[in-house]
């Protein structure tokens, strides 16, 4: 396999999911040769998105109006032979109720690659590393904690694409039909931070991660991906499984499990380390005219069940000593920070339509439903794709009672229009 290929192999990687990405690199290194024509004639990207949005608050919270111009660019160029450069960046100037309120930059990415031959990679730098067969959610995407800086979109494959990455040394070696992927991220700051230019370390980086990623085709349904994951006091194991059932449904098992405390212990700044599991198991569904639809159960262990969510509820409510609303409140903002489920279980509902009964029309939507307070959120996309312009309205809308999982949203629905422009 040619050294250019291998590249194509890593720059097609961060747009899917990981255990496509390891699919799609272990396809091509069957291959002898790639057309020449499938390689890209530009080495870069980008585009501007001028968007609106309003929104209906629920009784008492605030949910401003909004207006956001975002920039968005990505570089991907060769160096000299067998080096590789890559940089992305967006930033987002938000304003809301017609007032400038802040611009948010994240750097998604910025590394460097080196290839000493054409099995291998090394990369150093920020790196967006993503891993994962669910849609929704995603127990083996280890590194996704801190990972969202700015959030212009519901849609799950957006809030992937769009987060910062860690700084890494990752190797990746690939041979017949399997791959073996070894990283380590150094702890290099303590805490977030809120200036909307910082490199945020804080969050990307908090400790010291390593992550092992392997896997090997054994048969044409079996083609799992293992990890192995670590950080201080904590160890995980997981595995990505996706099998074809019949020619137009995919099954697809996620899971992860090992020794860690659980999500209202890290808010109380407490440790009851115990084994926890958390996994996601889905089917997705496509016809011909190009309609695909998902369904996935989601749990995790390591959230609350029913009895201590109706407690932090209760706590709020009652205004209890202990609890109180910061601690409700300190547990949904790590949950959020984390992309953990709130509550032990949900499920979800994901369809999308390219070309829906006209060319360049694309829709998607999903419904998600918290099986431990029955709250639920649903949210509709309608794109218009042209060459050099998109033109995109989204719906948002939150259900439940004040303080369950969708309902303690601050807009009980939220509409956006958004027109984006590519270079």
């Known amino acids: 396999m040619a050294p250019r290929h291998l590249w194509l192999v890593l720059l097609l990687a961060p747009a899917a999911h990981a255990i496509e990405s390891d699919a799609a690199a272990l396809q091509l290194a069957d291959l002898p040769d790639a057309p020449a024509a499938a390689v890209p004639t530009r080495d870069w990207r980008a585009h501007a998105e001028l968007a609106a949005g309003i929104a209906r608050p629920r009784d008492g919270a605030q949910a401003p109006d909004s207006a956001r111009l975002s920039l968005d660019a990505v570089l991907d160029t060769t160096l000299a032979p067998g080096w ?3 940089l992305s960046d ?5 304003a809301w109720q017609g007032r400038a309120d802040r611009a948010i930059n994240t750097l998604r990415e910025a590394y460097v690659g080196w290839q000493p031959d054409a099995s291998t990679v090394v990369d150093l730098g920020r790196v967006n590393v993503r891993y994962g067969a669910g849609l929704g959610y995603n127990p083996t995407d280890f590194f996704k904690a801190g990972a969202l800086r700015s959030v212009t979109s519901a849609d799950p494959q957006a809030l992937r694409e769009n987060r910062q990455g860690s700084v890494m040394l990752r190797g990746q070696r690939l041979w017949q039909g399997g791959a ?16 909307g230019f910082d490199l945020d370390l804080g969050a990307t980086n908090p400790v010291d991660r390593w992550l092992l990623v392997a ?14 994951y670590g950080e201080p006091g ?7 499984w996706s099998v074809l059932l019949s020619d137009a449904l995919v099954g697809y098992v996620e899971w992860a499990g090992g020794n860690q405390p659980s999500l209202l212990a890290r808010a109380r700044g407490e440790d009851d380390s115990a084994f926890r599991a958390a996994y996601t198991v889905g089917a997705t569904w496509t016809t011909s005219f190009k309609l695909s ?3 996935e159960y989601q749990r995790d262990n390591s959230a609350v069940d029913a009895d ?16 109180s609303a910061d601690d ?3 547990y949904r903002q790590l949950a959020g920070t984390r992309q953990a489920l709130t509550t032990r279980e949900g499920l979800m509902l994901y369809a999308s339509w390219q070309d829906a009964g006209v060319a360049g029309l694309d829709l998607a939507g999903y419904w998600r439903r918290d099986l431990v307070d029955a709250s639920w959120q649903s949210w509709l996309q309608a794109r218009w794709r042209g060459r050099w312009a998109d033109l995109t309205a989204q719906w948002l809308y939150n259900h439940g009672t004040a303080l369950s999982n969708y309902g303690a949203a601050p807009a009980t629905q939220r509409w956006q229009l958004a027109l984006t422009h590519y270079f």
């Open 180 to 195: 073996l992927t070894a990283l380590w991220s150094p702890e290099l700051a303590d805490s977030p931070s809120d200036d």
């Open 234 to 240: 904590s160890v995980q194991a997981g595995v990505n």
């Open 215 to 228: 896997s090997q085709r054994l048969n044409d349904w079996f083609d799992p991906q293992w990890l192995l």
């Open 293 to 295: 639809v998902s369904a």
């Open 90 to 94: 967006r930033l987002d100037g938000w």
């Open 308 to 323: 201590e969510w109706k407690a932090l509820q209760n706590d709020v409510r009652l205004g209890t000593q202990r609890g």
């Open 328 to 330: 409700y409140a300190r």
């Open 84 to 86: 590789r450069l890559v």
